[in-house]
């Protein structure tokens, strides 16, 4: 995992030295006219234009990585997004069933109280003060299914 972090960083960083170079002739290319009077801007923007509306360009920008060596580094960056989304699923779901236990509990718990209270084995304060903790939990268990939400939105965002 170490050197995938390595390697996507360098992609990165030589990608971009190639991206700053090529723009950089491309200004000093826009001052440029062709033998025929016009200029060779309006052309390379035409075809920059197919170009950005024809596919994704995969591979365009690879640097000094070979087709092979950029096709394997693609592909395990996309293995390991895949990866990182599943586990946020499932930790979603994990923490969803965590929620709707806990849920379940504080109703059994809640049910259990007021049994005690009306057959007599509980005071009206012992029963306030179970009810306020069962409260309690309740607000914290709505706080952990907002939280939940948020991560769901964010494992969306990762599709």
């Known amino acids: 995992m170490k050197g995938q972090s390595e390697n996507k960083e360098k992609v990165k960083s030589?990608?971009?030295?190639?991206?700053?170079?090529?723009?950089?002739?491309?200004?000093?290319?826009?001052d440029d006219v062709d033998d025929e009077g016009g200029n060779d801007s309006k052309e390379k923007k035409d075809n920059s234009e197919k170009s950005k509306n024809g596919g994704?360009?995969?591979?365009?920008?690879?640097?000094e990585l070979s087709g092979k060596e950029f096709g394997q580094n693609?592909?395990?960056?996309?293995?390991?997004?895949?990866?990182?989304?599943?586990?946020?699923?499932?930790?979603?779901?994990?923490?969803?069933?965590k929620v709707k236990?806990?849920?379940d509990k504080v109703e059994q718990a809640r049910?259990?109280?007021k049994a005690k209270k009306e057959s007599g084995e509980m005071t009206e304060e012992e029963f306030e003060a179970v009810d306020e903790?069962?409260?309690k939990t309740e607000e914290a268990l709505e706080e952990?299914?907002?939280?939940?939400?948020?991560?769901?939105?964010?494992?969306?965002?990762m599709k």
């Open 14 to 30: 030589e990608i971009e030295k190639k991206t700053k170079e090529k723009s950089e002739d491309d200004d000093d290319m826009d």
């Open 74 to 97: 693609r592909a395990s960056e996309a293995k390991s997004k895949n990866q990182a989304k599943k586990e946020a699923e499932d930790n979603i779901s994990d923490a969803d069933k």
């Open 144 to 157: 952990a299914e907002e939280e939940i939400q948020k991560e769901r939105g964010k494992a969306e965002k």
């Open 56 to 63: 994704h360009a995969h591979g365009k920008n690879k640097g």
């Open 133 to 135: 903790e069962l409260n």
């Open 101 to 103: 236990e806990g849920k």
């Open 111 to 113: 049910e259990k109280a």
